[in-house]
């Protein structure tokens, strides 16, 4: 079956950039996703990036995609404290019947040191 | 504007009695309706996805159930709990019309005593 995985931990300091990578099999994606997960709370889209695209850049955020090797980062630019939290990668397939299913990566814990 | 609600927020539970998690979903029809639970503060494991009213897929065998008796209505239940149920469960959906993101509820603590 599909399966994403990403790194469990990662650690920068306050102003320096965070790379936070994660990887997939499923060659059919149509949609690839960052979402950020606050203590205690549900799940929250960051971005999003089609897998015709190779890059996309929203703020502080740019999104990579290498496709031919299933490579997915997210890259926070001036990491704050209020950035400290679960990063989840997740893909989107095509499952059948018209629907579409979500394969969550199984998250990245960002801490950033002031 | 499309919204999710999920309830309880928290709930402690002795072993062996019954569980009933409700979603609902405003401002879409027809979503696919996911329950996740995230067992200690990690990874997402998929429960049960649903496409339609009465169409429950399940990814993992356990103690759980689900059920859709609505179109925005999606019940997660167990009769009888186990220590193991104890996790952080979340509700979510997308919309059927096209690969847009996924919407989840604000989630619920299960404490299983």
């Known amino acids: 079956g599909e399966d994403v995985e990403q790194s469990l931990f990662l650690s920068v300091r306050e102003g320096d950039s965070s790379v936070i990578n994660c990887t997939y099999t499923?060659?059919?994606?149509?949609?690839l996703y960052w979402y950020k997960q606050e203590p205690g709370a549900g799940l929250q889209l960051l971005t999003y990036?089609?897998?015709?695209?190779d890059m996309k850049q929203d703020q502080r955020l740019t999104v990579l995609l290498n496709k031919k090797d299933k490579h997915l980062s997210l890259r926070i630019a001036d990491t704050q404290t209020g950035d400290s939290a679960i990063y989840f990668c997740?893909?989107?397939?095509?499952?059948?019947?018209?629907?579409?299913?979500?394969?969550f990566g199984k998250g990245t814990k960002l801490s950033v040191i002031p | 504007s499309q919204t999710i609600h999920q309830w309880p927020a928290t709930l402690v539970q002795p072993v062996g009695s019954p569980l009933s998690l409700e979603c609902t979903v405003e401002g879409t029809s027809n979503p696919n309706l996911y329950w996740y639970r995230q067992a200690a503060g990690r990874g997402l494991q998929l429960l049960f996805y649903?496409?339609?009213?009465?169409?429950i897929s399940s990814e993992v065998p356990q103690n759980l159930s689900a059920s859709r008796p609505q179109d925005r209505q999606f019940i997660l239940s167990s009769k009888k709990l186990l220590l193991s149920d104890s996790g952080f469960y979340l509700c979510?959906?997308?919309?059927?019309?096209?690969?847009?993101?996924?919407?989840f509820g604000q989630g619920t603590r299960l404490t299983v005593v």
């Open positions: 997740a893909e989107s397939s095509y499952s059948g019947a018209g629907s579409y299913q979500l394969t």
């Open positions: 990036i089609f897998s015709n695209m």
């Open positions: 649903s496409v339609g009213i009465g169409q």
């Open positions: 499923d060659s059919s994606s149509t949609y």
């Open positions: 979510a959906f997308t919309s059927l019309v096209m690969n847009t993101e996924a919407f």
